[in-house]
């Protein structure tokens, strides 16, 4: 899962710190930026760690059309119809946050965290939810078969 914003300074890294806690290891959450700051702001810093979040897990980094395919959810925070164009995320979940605006200069941080946590949240619930539902789906046992004997034909050719 990736999150990107402009700067890469603030939210995004929020959402992903948050993603990362509630993805019971199932997730990994990465944050990247289009056109990143220098590094994320003391006060996003302040505010994770009061929430007990190591801010040190992550750095300011551009997004790059790796960080994008090498993610199965991308996020999108307040970005606008330019910048979503230089992803490539043909093919790609992309869900956009167009109205999740900057964390600059907010006095309302706690308010913004819980913004930022609550669709975070929900995110990584509905995809677990997802993955549970594939891990306890039944395999067709015919399909199952069919694999196996395409699975021996390509480790042994005189089998086929």
Same mark, same amino acid.
């Given at each position: =899962?990736? #999150? ?7 939210? /995004? ?9 509630r ?8 944050s ?20 007990? #979040?190591?801010?040190?897990? #992550?750095?300011?980094?551009? =997004? ?6 090498? /993610?199965?959810?991308?996020?999108? =925070? ?23 605006? /900057? ?9 913004? #965290? ?6 975070? /949240?929900?995110?990584v619930d ?35």
């Amino acid at each position: =899962m990736l #999150f990107v914003d402009d700067a890469n300074t603030g939210r /995004s890294h929020v959402a992903a710190v948050i993603a990362n806690g509630r993805g019971e290891g199932l997730i990994r959450a990465r944050s990247g930026g289009v056109v990143p700051g220098e590094q994320i702001r003391p006060e996003i810093q302040e505010l994770l760690r009061d929430r007990g #979040f190591d801010p040190d897990e #992550f750095t300011v980094t551009p =997004m790059t059309g790796k960080l994008v395919l090498t /993610s199965d959810v991308v996020v999108t =925070m307040g970005l606008s119809d330019e910048e979503k164009v230089q992803m490539p995320t043909h093919g790609l979940h992309q869900v956009d946050w167009d109205d999740l605006t /900057s964390l600059e200069g907010r006095s309302d941080l706690d308010v913004a #965290f819980g913004e930022i946590e609550a669709r975070v /949240s929900e995110l990584v619930d509905a995809l677990l939810e997802k993955e549970k539902d594939l891990a306890e789906r039944e395999a067709d046992p015919e399909v199952e078969e069919e694999l196996r004997r395409v699975i021996g034909e390509l480790h042994d050719p005189e089998r086929g």
